[in-house]
């Protein structure tokens, strides 16, 4: 009886670790998609703006398409995923032995972690790229109405200069942003490759840490510090963001 749960609980846990291998490839290609069109959309901002482009700046539906296949891709990954562990999380609480007990919440606790971490990055790319489309979509308004305007009459030359000296500022304030979010596009894929290793290395020292509960003690006190340093660095960025977002429109 033992023995067949204990073979029900390392399933499981193969069945978390294979399925957070996925979701951690498809999210490295999810971000490389949305890093592709942050590129490809500060390329076509470069463009003349004289020319009487009457398309979306978003090229579109091939990338769209591309875009909501992952994530619905994601999604079902992601539900998967919260399905074994609330499975875990039943096998836990029908454990008799409180040592084991204490053992299956550690690493419980641990999957319940990177599937937070892994549904706020999907979440938070996901955003991302419908802000920058949503830009988009809003600079090529205005670029149609100052064409429709420019075509439309031969008079009130100084309001149309006004219009395009108000497209460049707006043109100027968005590349700045894009800039921005490509800086922090890269610095996510950095910080993406190093958490990597920095599982690997916690799955190891989550094993010390249960043949010695000083190790746990430091490994807890380690976690305390990179929520902290987290919640830090998330402020720091939104700061900043609101901060261009300011310069931006005023």
Same mark, same amino acid.
């Given at each position: ?152 009459? $031969? +008079?009130?030359?100084?309001? &149309?200069? *006004?219009? #395009?000296?108000?497209?460049? /500022? ?64 998330? $402020? +720091?960025?939104?700061?900043? &963001?609101? *901060?261009? #977002?300011?310069?931006?429109? /005023?």
């Amino acid at each position: 009886m033992a023995a067949g749960s204990s073979n029900y609980w390392e399933d499981l846990r193969k069945q978390a670790r294979q399925l957070e291998n996925e979701l951690d490839l498809k999210l490295v290609s999810f971000s490389k998609l949305c890093t592709s069109h942050s590129h490809s959309s500060a390329r076509d901002g470069g463009r003349d703006r004289y020319s009487s482009d009457t398309t979306p700046l978003l090229n579109g539906s091939s990338q769209d398409r591309m875009f909501e296949t992952m994530a619905i891709e994601i999604e079902q990954l992601l539900a998967r995923l919260t399905g074994v562990n609330d499975k875990m999380a039943e096998y836990t609480n029908s454990a008799g032995v409180p040592s084991l007990n204490a053992a299956l919440m550690h690493t419980l606790q641990r999957h319940r972690d990177i599937l937070q971490d892994y549904t706020h990055e999907f979440h938070k790319t996901k955003a991302n790229f419908m802000a920058i489309r949503e830009r988009e979509n809003l600079m090529g308004s205005v670029r149609k109405d100052i064409e429709s305007y420019k075509s439309g009459s $031969g +008079v009130n030359n100084r309001r &149309t200069e *006004l219009f #395009l000296k108000e497209h460049d /500022h707006l043109r100027n304030s968005d590349r700045l942003i894009e800039e921005t979010i490509s800086i922090a596009m890269a610095t996510k894929e950095n910080m993406t490759s190093q958490r990597g290793m920095l599982k690997s290395i916690h799955s190891k020292m989550n094993t010390l840490a249960n043949r010695f509960p000083a190790v746990n003690s430091l490994i807890q006190r380690i976690n305390l510090r990179k929520r902290r340093d987290s919640l830090i660095l998330g $402020g +720091v960025i939104g700061v900043c &963001t609101i *901060l261009l #977002l300011l310069y931006a429109f /005023h």
